[in-house]
């Protein structure tokens, strides 16, 4: 069989089928025991169903930004396996490393590929990216137990200690961002801005059904403005 | 009602079977379609293939369970397996627990970030199957340079309107830090020094770099809270420190 015979044959299509219903099960059901049991611990229905839309209303710009990249892989590899590696684990960058990093080893071309390069492809995609699935199997319950231990014995440094591992994260990924400057920056600063007046807004005309949104709207206008500052800088 | 405890090492258990189980399945499938096919590549070929890959990709996996677990809690195990951290699950969640007030790392955040997580997952895996259906009409669109040029912008559009809550004072859950950007000020001057030298250079290394930054500013936020030049205010310290009740008290 041909590589994209492969890419594109049913058997795969129905094993695909299967991993995202997997994934789709498997987040229906950490949504019904978080909210079983955040009415449980006292949170009322509105506040859960506000996490819902915000977050869903939220995910839909960058899922869409997804979209774009997956059908650059489609172009490559066929529409079943990269529809499955970026519903689930997968990102666009990733995966055409991972590609190309399987190509380069058997020092094959895409062109003139055969099947059994599909699957190699599939496995360098698959074996790579496990690391943190792997891991967190085995150190994630220990990372929080831990985390909250220290806030047991001291409630103030818990919630400082806490709050350092997400400053390491942003300051890691901001740094970069701000010192590339020119459209990198002012996207940043335009969501900021918007982020901030969308804040006003809410707090002074009492428009707290916006709250929800203010993400997905600071993100569709950050990223409008990119084109715009695109074209200003050329 | 069942305890923090069990609901905590119910969610893990889940997190845990579900990570096996999504394991099995992405390993399954190539499996199943080499021996279909009789296409299997020899175990020599995938070990020289994924090599290289893993040497860079083992220390990012590592850091982002060790940054990530903490911020977001049982969901992290969902998170991984389904993907795209940084772009979209880490800031949903993020915004989640600031809608709700709610602290990282407290039984409320992990609530939150759970449902968050969760509504994600299941609105991204919809949107790229709807997309993917409406392939043909929807693949000129896509392809517009400006679409394309806003795309490649998420990062910055998503960062901006979230750092004002991640790097401000309140930290949910009506806890205040003050002063806590102190701790941050030696590791963003080694981060700013390294990308000075090649920004390529930092996001290349930024798995490594967060595993080196996470204890630095740790024991510097540690030391700092110790000295004072740090404080926490709790939310029953405001309650403590209202006038409004001093005065109610003294009636």
New interface residues.
């Given amino acids: ?1 041909s590589f994209y015979e ?1 890419a594109n ?1 049913t ?2 299509y129905i ?2 089928a ?3 219903i ?3 099960g ?6 019904k ?3 079983k ?2 009415i ?2 006292g ?1 009322t229905k509105k ?2 169903i ?3 839309k ?3 209303s ?11 990249g ?2 650059s892989l ?1 172009a490559m590899l066929g ?1 079943p396996w990269p ?2 590696r ?6 666009v960058a990733y995966e055409i ?2 590609a190309d ?2 190509l ?3 020092g094959a071309e895409l062109a003139t590929a ?7 492809i ?3 995609m ?12 085995f ?3 220990k ?2 137990n831990g ?2 231990k220290m ?1 047991e014995r001291d ?23 701000l ?2 400057g020119g ?3 002012l ?10 007046i969308l ?1 006003i807004l809410i707090s002074k005309f009492k428009m707290s059904w916006l ?2 949104f ?2 997905a709207l ?2 569709l206008i ?6 715009a500052w ?1 074209n200003l800088l050329g | ?2 305890t923090k405890e069990q ?2 090492n ?3 258990r ?3 079977i ?6 099995l ?6 499996t ?3 021996v ?2 009789d ?3 020899g175990f020599d ?2 070990f ?3 090599a ?3 040497a860079v ?2 220390p ?3 850091s ?8 977001l ?6 998170t ?5 951290v ?3 699950k ?3 969640a ?3 627990m600031d ?2 007030n709610t ?6 955040g ?3 970030s ?12 919809v ?3 709807v ?2 259906v409406l ?1 043909t009409p ?2 000129p669109l ?2 517009e340079p ?19 809550g ?2 401000g004072s309140n ?1 949910g ?1 009506g ?1 205040k ?1 003050k002063g ?1 950007m102190k ?2 000020i030696v ?2 001057i080694v ?2 020094a390294l ?2 030298v090649s ?1 390529e250079l ?2 290349g290394l ?1 798995g490594i ?2 595993l080196i ?2 204890p ?3 024991f510097t ?2 030391l700092l ?1 110790k000295k004072g030049k ?1 404080t ?1 205010i ?1 939310p029953s310290d405001e309650v403590n420190d209202d006038p409004t009740l001093e005065s109610e008290k003294e009636a």
């Avoid at chain 2, 399945?25 to 190539?30: C, E, H, R």
């Avoid at chain 2, 759970?114 to 895996?125: D, F, P, Q, R």
């Fill in positions: 069989m492969i044959s058997l795969l094993c695909v299967i991993g995202i997997y994934v789709l498997l987040s229906v059901v950490y949504f025991k978080s909210w049991r955040g449980e611990v949170f506040d859960l506000d996490v819902v915000s977050s869903a939220f995910s839909v710009v960058p899922s869409l930004a997804i979209v774009i997956l059908f489609i529409i529809w499955f970026l519903s689930v684990i997968g990102s490393m991972a990093a399987a380069k080893a058997t055969g099947g059994e390069m599909f699957v190699l599939m496995y360098v698959s074996i790579c990216i496990l690391g943190g699935v792997t891991s967190s199997i150190i994630s319950k990372i929080q985390a909250i806030k409630q103030r440094w818990g919630a400082l200690g806490n709050s350092t591992f997400m400053m390491s994260i942003l300051v890691v990924l901001l740094i970069p961002m010192i590339s459209v990198t920056l996207t940043w600063l335009t969501s900021l801005v918007v982020t901030l804040g709250k929800n203010v993400l600071s993100l950050a990223m409008a403005s990119s084109v695109t | 009602m069942r609901y905590m119910e969610m893990h889940v997190g845990r579900g990570s096996i189980g999504a394991i399945i992405m390993l399954g499938i190539p199943i379609i080499a279909a096919f296409a299997f590549p070929t995938i020289m293939a994924t290289g890959l893993l990709f083992i990012i996996a590592i982002e369970v060790v940054s990530f677990t903490p911020v809690g049982t969901s992290i195990y969902l991984l397996i389904t993907g795209n940084m772009n979209l880490l800031p949903t993020l915004n989640a809608i709700t602290e990282q790392g407290s039984e409320k992990d609530i939150i759970g449902i968050a997580i969760a509504t994600s997952s299941i609105m991204t895996i949107v790229i199957g997309c993917v392939m929807l693949k896509f392809a400006a679409v394309q040029t806003a795309t490649s912008y998420i990062l910055p559009a998503l960062f901006g309107g979230l750092s004002i991640a790097l930290v859950g806890i830090i806590r701790a941050i590791p963003a981060v700013s990308c000075f920004i930092v996001e930024q770099l967060i930054t996470i630095m500013i740790y936020s540690k809270y740090i926490v709790l």
